[in-house]
């Protein structure tokens, strides 16, 4: 069974950090790219952040580009997005998304609610 469940999420104040974690089961982790999206309230889900599955490449949407960082541990099937200089508009839900291109499978995490304010 495939799961994706993210963790880290939370309350933090205007310039702050946080580390969102993402653990992976239930498929071959490392054959999978990885991205991070997140997404507010009547707005369309926002493409974050994606990781090759070897994890030698990332792309940044330009809104988070020189704030975000994405990564990942193979050997312990997580991807990480550590989130420096919040701003209030970061404020969103944040999913954890596998896709693997060759085989057209596209999975996702429940989610996990990032909240900047002061």
């Known amino acids: 069974q495939v799961q994706l469940v993210e963790s880290g999420g939370g309350l933090v104040q205007p310039g702050g950090s946080l580390r969102l974690s993402c653990a992976a089961s239930?498929?071959?982790?490392?054959?999978?790219?990885m991205r991070w999206y997140r997404q507010t309230p009547g707005k369309e889900r926002e493409l974050v952040a994606t990781?090759?599955?070897?994890?030698?490449?990332?792309i940044y949407a330009d809104s988070v580009k020189g704030r975000f960082t994405i990564s990942r541990d193979n050997a312990k099937n997580t991807v990480y997005l550590q989130m420096n200089s919040l701003k209030p508009e970061d404020t969103a839900v944040y999913y954890c998304?596998?896709?693997?291109?060759?085989?057209?499978?596209?999975?996702w995490g429940q989610g996990t609610q990032v909240t900047v304010s002061s």
């Open positions: 239930g498929f071959t982790f490392s054959r999978y790219v």
């Open positions: 990781i090759t599955g070897a994890g030698d490449s990332t």
């Open positions: 998304n596998a896709i693997s291109f060759t085989l057209g499978h596209f999975y």
